[in-house]
């Protein structure tokens, strides 16, 4: 049993040091921006499956998603242990701004490849995989746009803090009754038009000219 248990440590312990040194060539190759946009998408995927599985247990579905944030969040929160270990510190609702904001404590399974490597940080491109993971959960959950924002200044080296932020829906022009103008296209139409400056359509204007009149003048 001892000795399973420090294989596993040692495994451990050496994708630590492979997911930092990976991670920290890679980034120098194919630039920050690249690295995040694939460990973000990377992030999406088991945010789907853990998503799917949710709403199927609940008998919600995307398109009739979870109305209570707060409950919604908690039943995420207690699937997901076995990655992040969380916990919520303050609820607040900002109506002015449309918004209501989780703010939690959080510890990924990536927080000691991070704290053990001085080219790493918290809130860096490592944590676009969480970022990922948290916004596509979430806004499957809720059918609402979900932010998850690194607080710096709030965290510590034991967890981070972080404000996920999720942006209500405002009601549509049709919800609220209201018809959609259309603006008159520039110009004169035809109908303010006078009569004398319309030409039927498909016919060349009458030459009211006088054959007598152009010989006269060819003579002169």
Request: hydrophobic letters at 35%; one cysteine or more; charged letters at 35%.
């Amino acid at each position: 049993m001892d000795e399973n248990k420090e294989r596993l440590k040692r495994e451990i312990i050496g994708l630590r040091i492979f997911t930092g040194s990976f991670l920290a060539e890679v980034e120098k190759i194919f630039g920050t921006a690249t690295i995040k946009a694939i460990l973000n998408r990377l992030g999406q995927k088991p945010a789907e499956i853990v998503s799917e599985h949710i709403l199927e247990k609940y008998e919600k579905s995307i398109k009739k998603p979870f109305e209570n944030i707060g409950a919604v969040y908690t039943i995420f929160e207690n699937t997901i242990t076995q990655l992040y270990d969380s916990e919520i510190i303050s609820v607040s609702q900002e109506d002015l701004e449309d918004k209501f904001v989780i703010r939690i404590k959080n510890i990924c399974a990536f927080r000691h490849s991070i704290r053990i490597r001085d080219d790493i940080s918290y809130g860096g491109t490592l944590c676009e995989f969480t970022i990922g993971y948290f916004e596509t959960a979430l806004k499957m959950l809720t059918g609402l746009k979900v932010e998850y924002q690194y607080l710096k200044k709030e965290s510590t080296d034991d967890h981070c803090v972080i404000d996920l932020i999720f942006w209500k829906k405002k009601k549509t022009e049709e919800q609220l009754g209201i018809e959609e103008k259309i603006e008159p296209k520039e110009g004169i139409n035809i109908e303010d038009k006078p009569e004398s400056e319309i030409e039927p359509k498909g016919e060349k204007p009458i030459d009211t000219k006088e054959p007598n009149d152009e010989i006269e003048k060819e003579e002169s």
